[in-house]
Nanobody, 114 residues
């Protein structure tokens, strides 16, 4: 499995911004698709954004235009820039691969107050 460690979460007011980081245990250059997910209390874990090795991205409709996913293969890091945050963005955010099973990390808590 690929070990991934999320960080950068915190408490922000609505309209604020936050940048999440995901550090991988090894090279991510060979991982075709990496993604951010989130899970709010009582809800399923949902896909937020995904990015390919070529830089192609897609986003959940709920975050489109507000969030930006990026990857730095040289630093083995995945990023999620979150802007114009809303209370409904409150959740634990996770990073992971797509296309094959990999264990989930602890995630990082994002709380947006109104």
């Amino acid at each position: 499995q690929v070990q991934l460690v999320e960080s950068g979460g915190g408490l922000v007011q609505a309209g604020g911004s936050l940048r999440l980081s995901c550090a991988a245990s090894g090279s991510i250059d060979s991982i075709r698709i990496m993604a951010w997910y989130r899970q709010a209390p009582g809800n399923q874990r949902d896909l937020v954004a995904a990015i390919t090795t070529g830089g192609s991205t897609n986003y959940a409709d709920s975050v489109k235009g507000r969030f930006i996913i990026s990857r730095d293969n040289a630093q083995n890091t995945l990023w999620l820039q979150m802007n114009s945050l809303k209370p409904e963005d409150t959740a634990v955010y996770y990073c992971n691969v797509r296309g094959f099973f990999n264990s989930w990390g602890q995630g990082t808590q994002v709380t947006v107050s109104s």
